[in-house]
């Protein structure tokens, strides 16, 4: 049986191209996107080169959606073999936490940290032993690299969803679920820009790679260039 993955804010992007790659390998895909119309046009793009893809409408900021993108993919299937937690945000005014408005910071953690923990929260059920949650971080999240003085709301909230990342590793060992995150370096996305000097296909390598053949047995730990590093 073809193995499946939810892939969350894949309708562009990195999320996208992940989508592709595992798609191309014959995984059953279940595209995320927050925007029904969206998620739409980009499955029927990548079904026009073949691969098995569904949209499920899925914000991953309202737990409204989540628990209907739940109940969407339980008609679909009745596991997921990876479940990949894509989807952020990244804004122009993220310049200053000093000046930044509370809202505005909580709206990007509520995005890019819980968002994550809130999917793998409602989407449990389906992660059965052998099964794994990646979540896309980001090196701005890192605690042991420079403060680069970028986008610090967006910092914090990667480093916010690594240690999520962590703690989930340890509590859900127990049910045979390993949990990794990736740092994917600069890619040239909407995010990204274009002067980011990698191309979106590297920048979903690692994921692809951990999601189709990542080694067994590990958990909890942050990967780049298919390689270990420190958080
Ligand atoms: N690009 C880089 O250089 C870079 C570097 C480090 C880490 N990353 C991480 O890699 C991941 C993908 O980034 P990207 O560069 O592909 O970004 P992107 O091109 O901006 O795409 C972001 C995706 O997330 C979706 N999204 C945003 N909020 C959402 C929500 N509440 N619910 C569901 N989907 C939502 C967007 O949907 P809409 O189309 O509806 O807006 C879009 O599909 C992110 O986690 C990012 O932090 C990227």
């Known amino acids: 049986?073809?193995?499946?993955?939810?892939?969350?804010?894949?309708?562009?992007?990195?999320?996208?191209?992940?989508?592709?790659q595992l798609g191309q390998k014959g995984w059953h895909i279940l595209m995320g996107a927050r925007n029904?119309?969206?998620g739409a046009a980009a499955a029927a793009?990548?079904?026009?080169?073949?691969?098995?893809?569904?949209?499920?409408?899925?914000?991953?900021?309202?737990?409204?959606?989540?628990?209907?993108?739940?109940?969407?993919?339980?008609?679909?299937?009745d596991h997921l073999d990876v479940l990949i937690n894509n989807a952020a945000v990244l804004y122009q005014e993220d310049q200053s936490l000093l000046s930044q408005q509370p809202g505005f910071i909580q709206d990007v953690i509520q995005t890019n940290a819980l968002g994550g923990l809130l999917v793998v929260q409602v989407?449990?059920?389906?992660?059965?032993?052998?099964?794994?949650?990646?979540?896309?971080?980001?090196?701005?999240?890192?605690?042991?690299?420079?403060?680069?003085?970028w986008s610090p709301a967006y910092c914090v909230s990667k480093t916010l969803?690594?240690?999520?990342?962590?703690?989930?590793?340890?509590?859900?060992?127990?049910?045979?679920?390993?949990v990794h995150a990736v740092c994917p370096g600069w890619v040239r996305?909407?995010?990204?820009?274009?002067?980011?000097?990698?191309?979106?296909?590297?920048g979903a390598d690692t994921m692809v790679?951990?999601?189709?053949?990542?080694?067994?047995?590990?958990?909890?730990?942050?990967?780049?260039?298919?390689?270990v590093v420190p958080w």
Not at 63 to 71: H, L, V
Not at 189 to 201: D, F, I, L
């Open 189 to 202: 996305t909407e995010m990204g820009g274009a002067g980011a000097p990698q191309s979106v296909e590297q």
């Open 209 to 227: 790679w951990l999601a189709d053949q990542g080694p067994q047995g590990k958990t909890g730990l942050l990967w780049r260039d298919r390689k």
């Open 45 to 77: 793009t990548l079904k026009k080169q073949g691969i098995t893809v569904e949209p499920v409408k899925l914000d991953v900021s309202d737990p409204e959606s989540a628990r209907d993108g739940f109940q969407e993919v339980l008609r679909l299937t």
């Open 161 to 178: 969803m690594n240690s999520i990342c962590r703690h989930l590793a340890f509590e859900m060992r127990s049910m045979g679920v390993s």
């Open 1 to 20: 049986m073809a193995k499946r993955a939810l892939i969350t804010g894949a309708n562009r992007g990195i999320g996208l191209e992940i989508a592709r």
């Open 36 to 38: 029904a119309e969206r």
């Open 123 to 149: 989407f449990r059920p389906l992660l059965l032993p052998g099964s794994q949650v990646l979540f896309m971080s980001s090196g701005g999240g890192s605690m042991s690299d420079p403060v680069g003085g």
